[in-house]
């Protein structure tokens, strides 16, 4: 065992406290050198060192327990010396709990312009410049952030993906991965390696047994929801799931709708982020305990409920639905801002509602009632 | 004396408590049902019932003591009647302090499509639909909204404007005044009139006599900051301020700069509102104590310190330059939001300091003491 994962094991522990006796569910906490986490838990996605059109205070008001922060796009902007020299990324943004950072894998799927080597990604740079992102240089950049668990720099593959492509690709992955646990070597910060093998059982159990074999702090699924749908989605976390350690935190990337949380946390995993609660919200779709509600819709004008009145956030405990309306109508942040609030805190409040109901025995009773009143429209 | 007008001096007061010595400055104190005004008070704008851009719970923590909205805008988006069934403008946008609203006055200055006749001032509206205000309108839709402090309808007047038509406009604004008075219901809201007569010195005396006879709750001087530059406006507002009663506030509309406030409060004037703040938030101009910067410069790069280390507000105590910068840099909606704390917070505090430095009788050295740190660049 490496100096540093040893070492580690000091500033970063795992337990999984509770087992819903009818399916994987599981309740459990990670310590890290900036707090404890309740599992499951969602994160919401900071992409450039602040949650999208959400104060600060605001996060805090409504209890998170961790942001996630982007490597890749940190990268250009400030860049990672620069937040290095502010005293890391925490104190850069002012957040005090714990940070993950992804590792610029998904921007390898997710941007265009790139060309893939040995050595790693190179992408074309918003100003024409090419970017290189190879192991070294993406824990490189975390190390300098300061995030309090890192991401392994992967290849997260497209939907569909041929057989060969996704073999070839996911051993250069674990060639990447020994080269991040090389490059690791702050023992406060904590290093994830990340499971890819598409929609391929034997691939992903491949991957799953490379992973586990490098016995790092934390387990990540992903190249999931990179357009397979929901049904590949779920194979491929039920597949993969039960091959993991029962004494790590397992974590997907990316991941989601309200029913694909439900879905991770039946299958076990205690980790997911996604774009979508903030991305929807400054779109003006919310979420409800009923479903999605788009604020513009003009029933929504005369409407002076909240959001979602079984919702205790700011937005829902001061704002009707016609007033949040109203601010989507005249263009004003503040609708952007409230509607954020609500959404996140939706997610938040669902990752509660699920891991107290771990901790009853009683999640498939949950999720069964959750679904029922939620209508996917 | 109307009914409404000696009605509503129960419900609204105004009280001048200090005299500076050296100067007209003085400080005092506006009493309404939703609350106290100290004076002289900077009054933030929320076009479209909602500050631009600043979270409802940063206003209280500033302590921000009365806030502007439109009449035009509201009427357009979401209307009036609608407010109303939502039980008015405090309760819809859940700010309980003193509301004031201008009267779409202003409108008749600033939009370029409309045709004033004597009934009032008929605008192209977004949809091409007319929209017609009026004095009665105006006064309509500002009960509805019900906010503390109504303003009359008039015709704000471009700078230049020949003698002529000032004195045509004066006139037919004079007899709007009383239209407005007699469409007065509510005596829980107050009805300010207005002082026109562009630059010329006998028309805005006549201006003031024909306000003042009246005899309404409070007196403002509009047809300033309208393009005649802070020379015609200074001579403007010197001019007429001494003319007016001691014992009404003193509200002149729509100014503006730090520099511009000192002036206004150096002649006795209580009451401000004016978009720079905010509007230069948006935009990265942030002011200090040295002056307005412009937060994207590349020499805040690498800046830690706060906008302003003097300055006690949110964005100051928690954040630096250099990140403040990175959000703008990154098209951040943060950015605006911590920019226009910070900027709205600065002007409630000159203006809080420049109370206290009156109530000390010390006006024209706190006047000589900022202008000389703060550098107009």
């Not at 310590?31 to 602040?50: L, Q």
């Not at 949040?324 to 409040?349: C, M, P, R, W």
């Not at 669902?350 to 959750?370: C, M, N, P, T, Y």
């Amino acid at each position: 065992m490496s100096d540093v994962i040893s070492e580690n094991k000091k500033n970063f522990k795992f337990t999984c406290t509770h087992q819903d006796p009818n399916c994987a569910a599981r309740a459990g906490e990670i310590e890290t050198p900036h707090g404890k986490i309740p599992t499951p838990i969602f994160m919401p996605v900071g992409t450039h060192g602040a949650i999208k059109a959400l104060p600060p205070s605001e996060l805090v008001d409504m209890d998170a327990k961790i942001i996630l922060s982007n490597t890749y796009h940190l990268h250009l902007t400030p860049g990672s010396d620069l937040i290095k020299k502010a005293g890391g990324l925490h104190k850069f943004m002012n957040w005090n709990g714990p940070i993950l950072t992804d590792s610029g894998g998904f921007q390898v799927f997710s941007l265009q312009q790139k060309s893939i080597k040995e050595e790693g990604a190179t992408f074309k740079g918003p100003k024409g410049k090419d970017v290189l992102l190879s192991p070294e240089t993406s824990i490189e950049i975390q190390q300098n952030l300061g995030s309090d668990i890192m991401m392994a720099f992967d290849e997260c593959i497209p939907y569909p993906a041929t057989r060969e492509y996704t073999k070839k690709s996911m051993d250069r992955t674990h060639r990447w991965l020994d080269r991040c646990v090389k490059s690791w070597t702050n023992p406060k910060q904590s290093l994830f390696g990340i499971i890819q093998g598409s929609t391929f059982d034997d691939l992903r159990k491949e991957c799953a047994e490379q992973v586990i074999e490098r016995d790092l702090p934390g387990i990540a699924i992903g190249g999931v929801s990179v357009g397979e749908g929901p049904e590949l989605m779920e194979k491929a976390v039920s597949y993969t799931a039960p091959l993991l350690p029962k004494d790590k935190p397992r974590y997907v990337m990316g991941v989601g709708n309200p029913e694909d949380l439900l879905m991770i946390w039946e299958n076990g995993i205690d980790m997911s982020d996604c774009i979508i609660p903030t991305k929807f919200a400054r779109g003006g779709t919310l979420f409800t305990n009923r479903g999605k509600i788009r604020i513009r819709h003009k029933n929504y004008r005369r409407d002076f409920y909240p959001i979602d009145p079984n919702c205790s956030c700011y937005t829902c405990k001061n704002f009707t639905r016609s007033y949040v309306k109203h601010l989507f109508d005249s263009n004003e942040i503040l609708g952007q801002i409230l509607a954020t609030i609500h959404n996140i805190q939706f997610y938040l409040d669902l990752s509660k509602r699920a891991r107290e109901a771990i901790i009853a025995g009683k999640f498939l009773q949950f999720k069964k009632s959750f679904l029922d009143g939620y209508q996917n429209n």
